[in-house]
C-alpha cells in the first residue's frame, strides 16, 4: 500500500527557534500534502493543503508566513514552523491522497515548544 | 455549530458487548464519508469506507442517511483491542478533497 514517511516523530525546541517537518510519499507521487494539526482531546484541523509546484492554500486563521510549506517534489513535502512559540506545541499530521489507497497518513510529529 | 460532530463519551464497555457510535455532518454536499481509528498520540487509520447502503467488515457495520446527514458505525462483540478513538471523516465536495474531521469518540473496552 502507499506509505507516507513522516520526520521527525518527536521533536523539542526552544521558544524562538524554527522547526522543519518532512513527508515524504515513498511509493506513490503525491501531487497534493495536507497538513493537519491536532491539539489533545480535539480533531484534526487542516492547516493547509500543499501542492506540488505551487503555492499552498491555507485554511483560515493559519498564518502563511509562520507556517512555511514547500512541496518542491512529487514525493516530498515540508512544514516549517517559524519562530516557534509554546501555543505551537502540537501534534502535526500531514497526509496524501492516493489513487489507488485513498489517503494515507504521516506517523506526526509531536512538537513540544520549551 | 461544527461540521462534523460526534459524542466524545468516552464509552466503556465490557469485552463482547455491542456499541455504536454516530456522527452528523453540516454540509448536504459532502461526497464520501469514513470511518477512522486513532490510537493515543498515534496517526489516524482508516478503518472503513460508508456507503450509502450500508457496509459491513467483519464486527464492524457503517451506515449512512444522507437525508439525515448521519453517519452510524456499529461494532459488535467488541475486544480489548478495539479500545481507542473512533473518528468520523467526510469529504468535501468540489473535488477539493478536503478530509473534516469529527472530535471523535473515545471507546474504552474493559474486562
Known amino acids: 500500500g502507499a506509505v507516507v514517511s513522516q520526520h521527525p516523530s518527536r521533536v523539542i525546541c526552544k521558544s524562538g527557534t524554527s522547526v522543519k517537518i518532512e513527508c515524504r510519499s515513498l511509493?506513490?507521487?503525491?501531487?497534493?500534502m495536507f497538513w493537519y494539526r491536532q491539539f489533545p482531546k480535539q480533531s484534526l484541523m487542516l492547516m493547509a493543503t500543499s501542492n506540488e509546484g505551487s503555492k499552498a492554500t491555507y485554511e483560515q486563521g493559519v498564518e502563511k508566513d509562520k507556517f512555511l510549506i514547500n512541496h518542491a517534489s512529487l514525493t516530498l513535502s515540508t512544514l516549517t514552523v517559524t519562530s516557534a512559540h509554546p501555543e505551537d506545541s502540537s501534534f502535526y499530521i500531514c497526509s496524501a491522497r492516493n489513487q489507488d489507497y485513498g489517503y494515507t497518513f504521516g506517523s506526526g510529529t509531536r512538537l513540544t515548544v520549551v | 455549530r461544527k461540521e462534523v460532530e460526534q459524542d466524545p463519551g468516552p464509552f466503556n464497555v465490557p469485552e463482547g458487548a455491542t456499541v455504536a457510535f454516530n456522527c452528523t455532518y453540516s454540509?448536504?454536499?459532502?461526497?464520501?464519508f469514513f470511518w477512522y481509528r486513532q490510537d493515543c498520540r498515534k496517526e489516524p487509520k482508516l478503518l472503513m469506507s460508508?456507503?450509502?447502503s450500508g457496509n459491513e467488515d467483519g464486527r464492524f457495520t457503517a451506515q449512512l442517511n444522507r437525508a439525515s446527514q448521519y453517519i452510524s458505525l456499529l461494532i459488535r462483540d467488541s475486544k480489548l483491542s478495539d479500545s481507542a478513538t473512533y473518528l468520523c471523516?467526510?469529504?468535501?465536495?468540489?473535488?477539493?478533497?478536503?478530509?473534516?474531521f469529527g472530535t471523535g469518540t473515545q471507546l474504552k473496552v474493559e474486562l
Open positions: 460508508v456507503y450509502s
Open positions: 511509493d506513490f507521487q503525491a501531487t497534493t
Open positions: 471523516v467526510v469529504v468535501e465536495g468540489g473535488g477539493g478533497n478536503k478530509l473534516t
Open positions: 454540509n448536504s454536499a459532502s461526497q464520501s
